[in-house]
C-alpha cells in the first residue's frame, strides 16, 4: 500500500476493512503524520455523527408506496 494515504484508505481502517499489514501501515502513518493524524479524528467525528442520525421517510412518501402498493395487488387478486 502506498504512503499516501487518502480518505478512502483511513474509513477502511476505520471500519476495520483493511489486512493485518494495511492497518499496520497505517497506524504506523498515523503515528507520524500529524495531517493523517488530523483527518482521521475528523472522519472518527463524522461517522460517530452520522451513526446516530435516524432516517425516517416523509409521511406522505409512506402514503404514496401503500397506495401504490394495494392497487397493485387488487390486480393479482
Request: cysteine-free.
Given at each position: 500500500m502506498a504512503d499516501n494515504y487518502?480518505?478512502?484508505h483511513l474509513i477502511?481502517?476505520?471500519?476495520?476493512e483493511l489486512t493485518e499489514k494495511e492497518k499496520f501501515s497505517i497506524r504506523k502513518a498515523l503515528?507520524?503524520?500529524?495531517e493523517l493524524y488530523v483527518t482521521y479524528h475528523q472522519l472518527l467525528q463524522v461517522i460517530g455523527n452520522l451513526d446516530?442520525?435516524?432516517f425516517e421517510p416523509d409521511p406522505s412518501s409512506v402514503e404514496l408506496i401503500l397506495e401504490?402498493?394495494?392497487h397493485h395487488e387488487e390486480?393479482?387478486?
Open positions: 487518502t480518505q478512502d477502511l481502517y476505520i471500519y476495520n503515528e507520524t503524520d500529524p446516530t442520525l435516524n401504490h402498493s394495494s390486480h393479482f387478486h
